[in-house]
């Protein structure tokens, strides 16, 4: 049996080329892989850009107990048995957007053209397009294994990177320690 995946942000901010970089084309691929048309409206992932400037790519994280499942009276979302995530049955969704309002990613939105509902489904087991596209190589289709194994890693490069900055610095005083000392 597949293990669950999902899209996650892999990013790696301490590389020049590690961080989104804003550009948009996971949405343009994702639309146009399912619907054929460059449309971000009608994507499954979206590029949130936060007020600091930093851009994110957030897609449907796969919950342990959808919130979106139980929302849906219609049972438009059901288990795709293969990937072993939920998708949207477009024959079932009636448009009524009880799930929109259940996520708590704010994710998944009805489509502007068709009125359904539109959710990640990891492009169908194949390679998601919005990972092949990312000219920033930032975006991975990870099971809950290998995204622990990338935070865990993650975690090390910036523990290690502020050790080589300590041990840069004379006496391990920083910046900061020298500010608080002249105040006191």
Known sequence: MAKKK?????NHPWEATGICSGCHLCELYCSLQHVGAFNPYRACIRVAELSTGIDVPVTCQQCQDPACQAACKFDAIVLNKKLQIVVVDETKCTSCGACVGACPYGII???PVTNKAIKCDLCGGESPACVDICPSHVLGALDDEQVSEHNRLRF???????????RSTPSGE?????????RG
């Open 109 to 111: 939105t009805l489509d």
């Open 174 to 182: 920083g910046p900061v320690l020298k500010r608080l000392e002249k």
């Open 6 to 10: 999902r899209i996650v942000y892999t």
């Open 156 to 166: 090390a490069a910036l523990l290690a990177a502020s050790d080589e900055l300590r």
